[in-house]
């Protein structure tokens, strides 16, 4: 049984919506750290978490899940996102479709990339403090660029401050 188009159309436009917002934040504040961007897309569709109700009697709701990262599973990881999205039609189940999303964030050839330690899963709020004595202007300015290697991953280049 295809699904309507206007389902299609609509489904299309939530994820082009979500495309547009992560891609401001990250031209925005680029050295934000990778979970940041997880949960911006998680909220996003959390707006769609009710069931939408079309004209043609079919409904469509999306569930998401932050699985999180390696602090989470420890050793591995599974995928940083769960994307559910139940299809039904006159109240029956049609359809359920599963996306397990692994993000992996552009890394700049210039600039560094602020990245999340151990250390600030476990001092939490406090972790603002521990880095007053080594701030850098928040006027200063940085540069980033990219290149096609910008995607591998990298670890941090710098200990904790």
Excluded: C
Aim: charged residues 30%; aromatic residues 12%; proline residues 5%.
């Amino acid at each position: 049984m295809a699904i309507p188009k206007e389902i299609v159309d609509w489904f299309r436009s939530v994820f082009a919506d979500a495309n547009r917002r992560l891609a401001e934040k990250m031209l925005n504040a680029p050295a934000t750290p990778e979970p940041t961007f997880d949960l911006t897309f998680i909220e996003h569709l959390t707006n769609y978490a009710a069931p939408r109700k079309f004209k043609s009697d079919w409904a469509i709701r999306i569930d998401t899940h932050y699985l999180g990262g390696l602090r989470h599973f420890r050793s591995w990881e599974v995928a940083d996102i769960g994307v559910f999205v139940f299809f039904t039609r006159g109240g029956r189940m049609i359809r359920r479709k599963v996306a397990l999303l692994q993000s992996k964030r552009l890394f700049p050839t210039t600039g560094d990339v602020d990245h999340l330690e151990e250390y600030d899963y476990r001092v939490g709020m406090a972790r603002i403090a521990a880095r007053d004595t080594d701030l850098a202007s928040m006027m200063s300015q940085r540069k980033f660029s990219f290149t096609k290697a910008s995607n591998i991953s990298r670890s941090p280049r710098s200990p904790i401050r």
